[in-house]
């Protein structure tokens, strides 16, 4: 028996040499290094800031890529194949290595420096070449890590200090990602998913999960990085728990169109400004022989939908397309969805649908499951463009009526002083609006003083804009414009508004309504049903055949699906001045956003006779120098 694993090892080691010869010959020849990295050769001593001790653990093998000295380097190729004649000391110990690994398994662990995500051998080199022939996944290690001194100059040192920063509460060892945004990103995506686990089920082998997902993605052949992709389908499928590596597999195939799209995070969105009249163009046989189309189409409800609330509103809009599109289309409603539940609910109910409009952008992750493992059911979800492939988006240029609230609030102070009421919210998604109202209101009373009183008032509780519009009347501001909020009664508000321009009295409550923005749901759904109807939202699908990129509907006053409403408390040349500048953006003749314009940092952001593009305005995260900020 022994004399047969013997001459078993050394038929492995004859092509192990001749792997590791040949890549030799290959890297020696195109100029690279032919043999494993050597740790000496990579760093000076002055340059490692400490040296720290970690938990032994499994280590992916992709990692270990060289030696600590270079005595040690020559011996093997830069794939850790062997590269001494057969009859040698060392080729004896690499055979002796093999038929242990072969009987038993080499279960000792090797000595190895951490540096800047990589492992370099101390001690065990032999056993590094043997399992990498084998195709041994990973390795039990001891671990030192050594840190790099941060050069600011350097990226890499950048990214990997931020991946220390996540090593000390984060889930994942080693895990290296191309930014140092993604490690918040995978922070806040992990903690999200740990806490929705029953306490009972917390206890995971975080290590082994990475691995895990490693073994299935180096055979997907994708290109984007490890690390990168993990993220990714954190955020898509959650935790790795019982699924086996068959069913592992397949859902990162279904991810890989996400993948591909993550690999061009550079590359800007396409934004559809207008309604989609015209269909791609179709052959002649097509047009005369394919039937008459028809839409199934589901609309998916965030939980807590009431008659005449913001969720109630996407209803009546539904409604309103079911009868104006009679005949042609079935439309059916899913109610009560939470994050937590929309994907199975969706699976269930949206599956065989032509269209699926999801009208909470909170359900987004969820819905772009889905949409990967549904390519033939259309996916739209209410919410700025993301960067999420299949899945388009539809938003509202909803500054172009805000801006025209800004322009009312300007005309109608009599103390030169105009507030803008608003919850304080992390992402930057209010920015353009609360820059146009400023605008707005600058551009009729170039002197009046703008604030932005976010102080005391929660995306959480609607009650608190009270505390928003009282500290607006201790600033001396007679107007505001702040959301719907209960208790605000007042004659001649339109009922499916959810802002307002209001007038303030002395005593700290509005006194009259003056104008309002206002979404037609009803509009905006007849209109993407329409078009689907036509064949024009195929547009949809051909450019996401091309290079990945993500696509969205980012339609304004011109379509009708945002209107601007005004009151009688208005002066008449008022509202005439307003519905001409609102007749002017509709016909893309005046840009609310026109330069200069100067942000709170004194950095020229439009110039003088500049008008910002719609990516720019979209993603806007930055406040003109002129409004005062209250928070």
Known sequence: MQASSNQTARLEYERALRQGRREYTVRTAQGERGTIAVLEELTEESRIMAYMKQPTR???????VGTYTSGRARSFSAGYMPLHDEGTEFAGKWISLCVSHMEEGLRDPIQVY????????IEGNKRVSVLKYFGAPS???EITRMIPQLDPNDPNTATYYAYLRYDQEGLFKNIRLSSAERYQALRDTEQALYDALPEAERDINFNAMYLRFE?????SGSALPLGDAFLEYLKVYGFILTEMLSALTERIRDLKPQLALIEHPEQEPK???????????AGLMTRLFSPRRTADVLFAYEAGRTERNWIGAHEKGRQEMQQTLAGSVTSELLDGLTPENAYEQLSQHARGKDLLIVTSSRLAPAALRFSLENPDCMTLVYSRVRQDARLNTYYGRYYEPVFLCGVAAGLATEHNRVAYVTPQVRSGRHTSDINAFALGVRSVRPQAEVYLITRDVSPFDATSCEHGIRHAVELGCDIAHTPDYPGLNMAGPPEWSFSFLLRLHALGAPSEYLASPEWDWGVYYTEIV??????????LRLLGRGDPTVTGFWWGLASGVLTFKSSRFLQPTANNLLQYLRSSIQLGRFNPF?????????ILRVPEHGNLRPYEILYMDWLADFIQVVD
Do not use: C, F, K
């Open 58 to 64: 499994e280590i992916s093998m992709t990692r270990v």
């Open 114 to 121: 951490e540096y800047l995500w990589n492992y370099y051998v």
């Open 139 to 141: 390795v039990r290690a």
């Open 215 to 219: 073994s299935a993605y180096l055979q």
């Open 271 to 281: 934004l559809l400004l207008d309604v989609q009249h015209e269909a791609p163009p």
């Open 530 to 539: 329409r078009s689907y109807l036509s064949n024009s939202l195929d547009t």
């Open 594 to 602: 026109h330069g200069p314009i100067t942000d709170q940092e004194g």
